[in-house]
T-cell receptor, first 112, second 117 residues
Framework: SQKIEQNSEALNIQEGKTATLTCNYTNYSPAYLQWYRQDPGRGPVFLLL?????KEKRKERLKVTFDTTLKQSLFHITASQPADSATYLC???????????FGTGTRLQVTL | GAVVSQHPSRVICKSGTSVKIECRSLDFQATTMFWYRQFPKQSLMLMAT?????????EQGVEKDKFLINHASLTLSTLTVTSAHPEDSSFYIC?????????????FGQGTRLTVV
């Protein structure tokens, strides 16, 4: 069966360090992968999109990698700040339809 | 980025009544809108996809007669939870995409916390 896995345990890191979140998938052939940020009681906010033919994408302090052989995406936040504390969701799109399938999300807590 | 407005943000209703949730794209034309529900500490579960001017496509296990979706214009979609029961209590979120390119980011509303008592 199709599955998208993100670490369900919260990730706690110190301010200034790099946070790395993982998204693994099975039985999917995604055309693209997206990362979203979700704060409690709010809707997700789009961060980055990476396509199947791209290895890496960057945006300011954010970096996403996409390895279709390993079926994995890594999401990095460099120089992390307490304001980065939130739940981060990965989502896959197959390209044949416009809908996204979401992982369960990983909660990031950045402490001083 | 584009703005999607969802209303109301919170609603409490009595069991057996119906509740309507609105989703509006404020600065772009949303050819496709999606409705999700999210339980605490769980992922977003897609309920249905709606395209302007046509019937919504529901995901397996979602009752179309219970969750009525209307996408009458390029800027407005509504979800009506009919004859609500306590098990319908959840966080409902809409998202919208514009343009012909399906491989674009989705813009989400703020979500609606529905509590059925």
């Amino acid at each position: 069966s199709q599955k998208i896995e993100q670490n369900s345990e919260a990730l706690n890191i110190q301010e200034g360090k790099t946070a790395t979140l993982t998204c693994n998938y099975t039985n999917y052939s995604p055309a693209y992968l997206q990362w979203y940020r979700q704060d409690p009681g709010r809707g997700p906010v789009f961060l980055l999109l990476i396509r199947e033919n791209e290895k890496e994408k960057r945006k300011e302090r954010l970096k996403v990698t996409f390895d279709t052989t390993l079926k994995q995406s890594l999401f990095h936040i460099t120089a992390s700040q307490p304001a980065d504390s939130a739940t981060y969701l990965c989502a896959l799109g197959t390209g044949t339809a416009s809908k996204l399938t979401f992982g369960t999300g990983t909660r990031l807590q950045v402490t001083l | 980025g584009a703005v999607v407005s969802q209303h109301p943000s919170r609603v409490i209703c009595k069991s057996g009544t119906s509740v309507k949730i609105e989703c509006r794209s404020l600065d772009f034309q949303a050819t496709t809108m999606f409705w999700y529900r999210q339980f605490p500490k769980q992922s977003l579960m897609l309920m249905a996809t709606s395209n302007e001017g046509s019937k919504a496509t529901y995901e397996q296990g979602v009752e179309k007669d219970k969750f009525l979706i209307n996408h009458a214009s390029l800027t407005l979609s509504t979800l009506t939870v009919t004859s609500a029961h306590p098990e319908d209590s959840s966080f409902y979120i809409c998202s919208a995409r514009g343009g012909r390119d399906k491989n674009t980011e989705a813009f989400f509303g703020q979500g609606t916390r529905l509590t059925v008592v």
